[in-house]
């Protein structure tokens, strides 16, 4: 089993930007796909970005498509979500997600919690107006 630990969260003004790390503890992703999610109070977890790392495929949530970036670096054995022009409506924990164990791969689409065995403790977001 895949251990990860997210870090990165903090408080922001809208407009601003984060990013947030995930690492793989005692294992690498090597050619895994990695998912990021969010869960706001009250709300559902939702898939936000994924990477299949083997060929760089990403997908991204249309909430965030254009303003969120999501990245491996096989050396650091870390993927990365790079988030700009930050909005309020982005407040929430935000969960990285590991050892896939349905065959999903980013370039399937939008991503289940279910796809993933393994999650972080989460990092919480949160945007300021």
């Known amino acids: 089993e895949v251990q990860v630990v997210e870090s990165g969260g903090g408080l922001v003004q809208a407009g601003g930007s984060l990013r947030l790390s995930c690492v793989a503890s005692?294992?690498?992703?090597?050619?895994?796909?990695v998912g990021w999610f969010r869960q706001a109070p009250g709300k559902e977890r939702e898939a936000v970005a994924s990477i299949t790392n083997d060929d760089g495929t990403t997908w991204y949530a249309d909430s965030v498509k254009g303003r969120f970036t999501i990245s491996h670096d096989d050396v650091e054995n870390t993927v990365y979500l790079q988030m700009n022009r930050l909005k309020p409506e982005d407040t929430a924990v935000y969960y990285c997600a590991a050892d896939e164990t349905t065959g999903y791969y980013a370039n399937d689409g939008e991503p289940s919690p279910s796809d993933f065995g393994s999650w972080g403790q989460g990092t919480q977001v949160t945007v300021s107006s």
């Open positions: 005692g294992t690498t992703f090597g050619a895994d796909t």
